[in-house]
């Protein structure tokens, strides 16, 4: 920029410096912003203390897909295989044959059953 002649060389970039969730590296360029919606309503009520567990972002990842998944394994998600990494995640409660609950991330578009798998 140039104020009454004089040139201000401004560093921009370092301060905007956005990092990814998934690899904690800086983001070049617009982040890929990913929100989680509110749990939907599960076959059980879910508890408070599972409601409040989720923060719902947005988080910034680099545009790959394998850094939202590696940020969602890491958190211990689980991911639905039917449908895609998006903007918008739906998180869905999901009550494991060990009696664990663990929650499952989708898009929400498929019409059929989802298949979770690890993230
Ligand atoms: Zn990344
Ligand atoms: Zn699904």
Not at 9 to 15: E, F, K, S, Y
Request: aromatic fraction near 6%; include cysteine.
């Amino acid at each position: 920029m140039e104020i009454l002649g004089i040139r201000i060389p401004t560093i921009v970039a370092d301060n905007k410096a956005a990092r990814c969730d998934g690899c904690l590296e800086v983001i070049e360029g617009t982040p890929w912003r990913v929100n989680i919606l509110d749990v939907v309503a599960a076959e059980k009520p879910v508890s408070w203390a599972e409601h409040a567990a989720i923060n719902p972002g947005p988080f910034q990842f680099h545009g790959d897909p394998a850094h939202v998944r590696g940020w969602m394994a890491g958190k211990g998600y689980l991911f639905c295989r039917k449908g895609q990494v998006r903007e918008i995640m739906r998180p869905v409660a999901i009550a494991l044959a060990s009696g664990e609950d663990r929650l499952g991330l989708c898009d929400g578009i498929h019409q059929d059953a989802h298949e979770f798998v690890r993230a």
